[in-house]
T-cell receptor, first 109, second 112 residues
Framework: KNEVEQSPQNLTAQEGEFITINCSYS?????LHWLQQHPGGGIVSLFM???GKKKHGRLIATINIQEKHSSLHITASHPRDSAVYIC???????????FGTGTSLTVIP | DSGVTQTPKHLITATGQRVTLRCSPR?????VYWYQQSLDQGLQFLIQ???????AKGNILERFSAQQFPDLHSELNLSSLELGDSALYFC???????????FGEGSRLTVL
């Protein structure tokens, strides 16, 4: 079993739809990270959160530490949101990260 | 722009050759991670350095080695290259261990 599990693997949405990507982890963590990988390959950090909820524009990330579960929501999705979204959890020592396999999102105009 | 610089961006070489990938972390970041991403695969952790010291190793092949220099830049050396080593190699840095990660644009290696 992977330390970090993501679902769904692939997601296609119509422009404007509300999107949810889920992440479950089995390791004890200090914080969970959400990353976005653009079609060109570049990776950017979206959120790092250890409790509650964080919001940045149309993106919202939530985490439930007790249930070891996090969600990434995208409101009013847009074709430019099309990317691979990856959740990542640091190991107990923090010296490495465990990555989910990613969710490939395609938003259709 | 994440502030992390990776060179070269693209590299094409032949089997059996040796290449060096270079990473300059963001100013002030002490932690450097190297990852490999093969086609349609997830990120695979290779190795991590913190302030010049190796802190963790992932599934890094013996043909691969890395180091972090006093100025905190890092190099990943790949030798005796095989076709299966073709991949995107990312470097990421953070201020502290397990802190927010900032990724370079990656070095795309093609082994022919």
């Amino acid at each position: 079993k992977n330390e970090v599990e993501q679902s769904p693997q692939n997601l296609t949405a119509q422009e404007g739809e509300f999107i949810t990507i889920n992440c479950s982890y089995s390791v004890g963590i200090s914080a969970l990270h959400w990353l976005q990988q653009h079609p060109g390959g570049g990776i950017v950090s979206l959120f790092m959160l250890s409790s509650g909820k964080k919001k940045h524009g149309r993106l919202i990330a939530t985490i439930n530490i007790q249930e070891k579960h996090s969600s990434l929501h995208i409101t009013a999705s847009h074709p430019r949101d099309s990317a691979v979204y990856i959740c990542a959890a640091p190991s107990n020592t923090g010296n490495q990260f465990y990555f989910g396999t990613g969710t490939s999102l395609t938003v259709i105009p | 722009d994440s502030g992390v610089t990776q060179t070269p961006k693209h590299l094409i070489t032949a089997t059996g050759q040796r290449v060096t990938l270079r990473c300059s972390p963001r100013s002030g970041d002490l932690s450097v991670y190297w990852y490999q991403q093969s086609l349609d695969q997830g990120l695979q952790f290779l190795i991590q350095y913190y302030n010049g010291e190796e802190r963790a190793k992932g599934n890094i092949l013996e043909r691969f080695s890395a180091q972090q220099f006093p100025d905190l830049h890092s190099e990943l050396n790949l030798s005796s290259l095989e076709l299966g080593d073709s991949a995107l190699y990312f470097c990421a840095s953070s201020v502290v261990i397990a802190g927010e990660l900032f990724f370079g644009e990656g070095s795309r290696l093609t082994v022919l």
